[in-house]
């Protein structure tokens, strides 16, 4: 069972920058789309920001200028740049991949903590 493995995540205060990495443990065929999601407690996960295989990128309207998605392809690795951080952008962290058979199985990560202080 392939899994996710991201990095990066922590504490930062306002202001600051973080660049969270997702991996995947072993190989995922067929990848294409690739995301980062956040979640808080009590509310449903939200999409932050997602890279198509042809590059194309998508970003919630709250982290449009500050966060940045990219990809390499040959490492199958998502990246997110975070910058400019606010204490609203405090979350659990996950990636996603959607890939492996006919390109329609979705691979999440197990979650990483971003907290920003004021």
Do not use: H
């Not at 990128?57 to 998502?78: E, H, P």
């Amino acid at each position: 069972q392939v899994q996710l493995v991201e990095s990066g995540g922590g504490f930062v205060q306002a202001g600051g920058s973080l660049r969270l990495s997702c991996a995947p443990s072993g190989r995922i065929f067929n990848i294409n789309v690739m995301g980062w999601y956040r979640q808080t407690p009590g509310k449903q996960r939200e999409a932050v920001a997602t890279i198509t295989s042809g590059g194309t990128t998508n970003y919630a309207d709250s982290v449009k200028g500050r966060f940045t998605i990219s990809r390499d392809n040959a490492k199958s690795t998502v990246y997110l740049q975070m910058n400019s951080l606010k204490p609203e952008d405090t979350a659990v962290y996950y990636c996603k991949v959607v890939g492996g058979l006919m390109g329609r199985v979705d691979y999440w990560g197990q979650g990483t903590q971003v907290t920003v202080s004021s």
